[in-house]
C-alpha cells in the first residue's frame, strides 16, 4: 500500500513536470492522497493551460 502512494507521488511529480506545474507540490500530494488526486490535478491542469491560452490571445490581438 505505501509503495503505491509513493508510485503516485512520482508520476504526479512527472506528470507535472511536463505539464509545467510545480514538480514538488503535486509529488507530495500524490504520495498524501494517492490516486484520488487525479482529478484535482486535471482540473488544475487545465486551469493553467486556459490562463497560457488567455494571455497568447491577449498578445496575438495587439
Known amino acids: 500500500m505505501c509503495a ?15 505539464e509545467g506545474l510545480a514538480v514538488k507540490r503535486w509529488a507530495v500530494t500524490g504520495m498524501v492522497l494517492g490516486p484520488l488526486a487525479y482529478p484535482l490535478f486535471n482540473t488544475h491542469k487545465r486551469y493553467a493551460n486556459g490562463k497560457t491560452l488567455e494571455r497568447y490571445e491577449a498578445i496575438r490581438r495587439f
Open 4 to 18: 503505491a502512494w509513493l508510485a503516485c507521488g512520482y508520476m504526479f511529480g512527472l506528470a507535472a513536470f511536463k
